[in-house]
């Protein structure tokens, strides 16, 4: 593993991750995401990528997915709603040339409809793909775009079904779900219950500060593995998502009503007296 | 469509609908392409799926872009 890992790795890319890897986990590549999940995703897992529109689940997946084939893990991106074309496109401008993986049986873009991904007949959809080049990571876009083929109720049924036919393969999925939810006070991440179901939960959420829009990644839930509780602020750059600092002197984030906490409010009324001090 | 889009897998309906037309519209095409080997055909539960072989894909390329520098070639003698 170590060995394809060096011969696969690009230029550099080993330098993000000096020394021994934990073992056992499946690296997302993002140092700093990686730090918060104590090393990674555990093998094999389920993970929900949460959040609403233009929060960056698609730049983050495919991220995880382009990272993993630099560590000598193929990948395949499962998309219920763009065409290929348009994810090469998109991937390109962060400088990943998913094309040349493709030809090198590192990768694939499949587009399919989420019907199909359904049916239980003898022969899966993704038999073959996965036959050929034998992933180890997987991403559903999305898991959102299945309700609206399954009545409600059948909904965790049926992601149930999904999730188990990977894990049954040893493919570490990441499903993303399209959750509005997120944002204002009542704050739930699927009302289906599929949070249940998910071995670890990653969500997204875009934050209004002092009048600009910021975002902000928190892990709400990982199975077996202790992980960072703190809310931390990401941006999307032109080399993919580039995770910052922790929102430490806010609180109700979460909730859709930040303020800063109280000690820092108490530090900037001190800051102003003394400063009207030193005029005065 | 399918070279631009080597990974789509769809019911022939659902490629009608990801490029705007019908599927009156596009099942000539669809059975050409077919013939030729271009496309292939498998059955996923109760629906009939086509897909891009990528190696035909691949080979009728190539045979293309050689035919061409053949015809280049013996129109510069």
């Given at each position: 593993m170590t060995a394809s890992r060096s011969k696969t790795g690009a230029s550099g890319f080993d330098q993000l991750f000096?020394?021994?890897?934990?073992?056992g986990r499946v690296k997302t590549g993002i140092v700093e995401l990686d730090e918060m999940l104590k090393g990674g995703f555990m093998p094999g897992d389920a993970v929900m990528l949460a959040g609403s529109a233009g929060t960056g689940k698609t730049t983050l997946a495919l991220q995880y997915l382009v990272n993993g084939v630099k560590l000598g893990e193929p990948g395949i991106y499962v998309t219920f709603e763009e065409l290929p074309d348009q994810i090469y496109r998109d991937a390109k401008n962060f400088g990943w040339d998913l094309r040349k993986m493709e030809e090198q049986d590192k990768f694939r873009v499949i587009c399919t409809s989420p019907s199909l991904m359904l049916e239980s007949g003898s022969d899966s959809l993704l038999d073959d793909v996965l036959r050929d080049i034998q992933p180890r990571r997987l991403v559903v876009d999305?898991?959102?775009?299945l309700e609206m083929f399954v009545k409600k109720d059948d909904m965790r049924m049926e992601a149930y079904r999904v999730i188990r036919y990977l894990k049954t393969r040893g493919v570490s999925s990441v499903l993303l779900w399209e959750s509005p939810?997120?944002?204002?006070g009542s704050f739930s991440v699927t009302d289906v219950g599929l949070s249940f179901l998910v071995d670890c939960i990653v969500a997204l959420k875009p934050v209004e500060i002092e009048s600009s829009m910021r975002k902000a990644l928190v892990i709400l839930k990982m199975r077996g593995s202790d992980h960072d509780k703190r809310l931390r602020e990401f941006e999307i750059t032109s080399n993919g998502i580039k995770i910052e600092s922790a929102f430490t002197n806010y609180e109700g984030i979460i909730s859709g009503s930040p303020r800063k906490v109280a000690s820092e409010k108490f530090m900037e009324m001190f800051r102003g007296a003394s400063e009207k001090q030193k005029k005065a | 469509m399918f070279h631009r889009n080597p990974g789509l897998i769809d019911t022939v309906d659902g490629v009608a609908r990801r490029v705007g037309r019908t599927t009156i519209a596009v099942i000539s095409d669809v059975r050409e392409l077919l013939q030729l080997g271009v496309l292939k055909q498998k059955r996923i539960g109760n629906s009939e799926v086509v897909f891009l072989d990528r190696s035909k894909d691949r080979e009728l390329l190539e045979s293309v872009a050689n035919h061409l520098k053949t015809v280049r070639i013996g129109g510069e003698k």
């Open positions: 000096p020394g021994k890897p934990e073992e999305s898991l959102s775009h939810q997120i944002s204002g | -």
